[in-house]
């Protein structure tokens, strides 16, 4: 069987910003199948004291994981009017999905000259309906490319290190393409229960000039957040006695669960650590495989060492 | 007596964000005076330790209720410059009232072709003073006319609602329009004391395209925010089984208290509920009078239901 | 000796937001080596539970001070890039210095048209390394100047402060330069474990129309965030009863530690008390030496008076 197949189940379930619930019932449900083969069976935390979030505690934790399972998507509004959620990218003709009280929906995106999204539907769609991106999964000798690699393969990712991982916390968190308010709750739960002070953030970057596909799982040592120099140079430190490929990114914008950590009002370190992309939040962010591989290297070794 | 007495006076009230002192002042008076005759007398909850807020509650509290007490307004800086409070209108020839250490101010508002903005008065006004709309309060058969319906209508629902309300907690809020900075005090107040996971914000929206004049309290799906997607639907379940006239509004700006609930480390949940306004944050803010009767009763409705 | 000698140390200490380190580390050193000549011997704390940042405690604490001790700087991107932590000036052969594994750096700052920043060094610079100014330390009959007053002269303040302060709490806070994230903790601190309500905060403003060179420390009755008023008003009082030189300060923009006190979850009141300074943010900030003296007198009579 195709080792990517789940990464194509995790990329077609719909959970924009706010609804996450659909992929947190998928997770719960897979996990309840699949973890009797890992190494250590985790504790698993949900419920209304966590909204939608999930949180996974394998052994005794020092570092937590946090990937987010929202999507950027799109909201209809008035007439035939979109509005986004996140920061999708927007191009004439996309295809999009969703369901109202009428059914499913499968209509295209169009966008005007002035940027304003519109649907083309052969009905019209109820207010407050949410659509995202039709998935078309594609899979090549080197790369896979679908929508939501962002941040699907960032959970993946968990759910692959999870098979072996004997001390950790996996952190599945809400709301993060659209502004974030899932991190305060889940940074006041990882520190007040289990004392955690070191986070990595398992999500996916951009393709630049300095970060390049196939070179390597990219270590993030700022973005418009800076995160504190000591646990960055500790975690450089580490992958350079590794003989994983990684590469270094430097980035002025972007932004991640990071930043509500880093606001926090506990002593929490972060760090960005992830594979990176081009056509990002488009339906065809594509990722080099070798990054995919090179990132679960990584993981596997921080959650170690760190 | 005229039933909108009581809102004419909450929207002459002086109270600004930063000065919400007299606006507090005039809610402890007012409440002292008539909650024999509610049907529950609340516990009230002011001091030091919650700065310039007050918290009623009621019975077993479920959910919380948030109207801020602060306005829109101006600060004079050096010479005869105004620098905003939040986000007002600002048009030349407005009247404006406020008072420094000489006496009372009545002066009016300048605009240059910059956007730059001055007072025009016999004297200097002190630096640091806070200029406020002066308040002409217009009723007609179907709309009343105001500055500062956003929020003192708000207040005026509560308060309404109070006179009924067996389970509940209602929180006056500051500084809701200068960028926040009471909710997280009050949001670890009410998750930590109380364990109330859903919160309504009764505050005024605006009228646009989709949401009229005297077709109902809207609803909002979303603004800049955009909140948990199963709490919504909860509500809009509990009004489509009502006759009570109501409207769906889905926006990508605009803010409220709702905004820092989202961002609070407590799972608290939360929906704007509130009628819509024209000429927003200017001296003339128009609401239909069956959109506030609509506003109260849905309201009544979701403090009994959610 | 000279009296500004101190000053000029900390001006000289390489510690961009993000890399407060061996500013904290110098700063336990000069303690350590001076407080037996205090007239109260702080409790001091420190450690991984407040990251990099450092907390005295006289006697029994009513009020804080906050200084944040990270300062504007570059981070080196790809190439011969730059990117800016916080908002430093730039201009082209501003000189700039730093370390990598290498060794130390010293090269020039190059703006071109785009305003884009690049370095010109004799080698490459390895990626992440951060730059700050070059430190020229000049002192004139009323001016000092040099790079970093804000806020090494915050800094200086509380460490004249503390030679005779008997109660109150000294705050040393990281990453006020890049968006904070620091003083959410130390909120948390200061209020649970010493329940202290009132802040003020020790940084350096901006030499405008309003507020001159020589006239006095400035007291902010506003910037990007209004403060709660009352709070300010007593201190003004405070003020116009003593015979300390002061100006009163109202702006629109501009933000410090204050902030995020505002936005805390504790009943915190603030207020930014400082000197100003013209050539902000660049490696000519300039203060004059008699609002230096006020700011450090103003501190002495609002720390036992309020």
Redesign the interface.
Known sequence: MNQYRLLKTLCEIHAP???E?EMKNFLLDYISKVQASWKVKPQIFDG?????CLVLVFGKPRTAIFAHMDSVGF?????NQL???GGPDVESNYKLKGKDSLGFVNCKLQVNQENQLFYEFGRGIE??T?LTFDCDFRETEEFIQSCYMDNRLGIYNCLKLAETLENGMIVFSC?EE????SV??L??FMYEKYHI?QALISDITWV???VEHGKGVAIS??D???????F?NKIISLAQESSIPYQ?E???GGSSDGREL??????I?WCFVGAPEDNVHSPNEAVHKKDIEAMLSMYQLLMEKL
């Open positions: 910003s706010g609804e619930s209304e004291d966590l909204q939608d909201t209809v509004r008035y007439q509005i986004p959620i207010r407050g949410s709301y659209h502004g974030g308010g305060p709750m940074a006041k002070r630049t000039e300095g040592m700022r418009r957040n800076v995160p504190r120099k000591s960055i270094l430097v980035e002025s880093h606001q926090s009002p506990y002593p370190d």
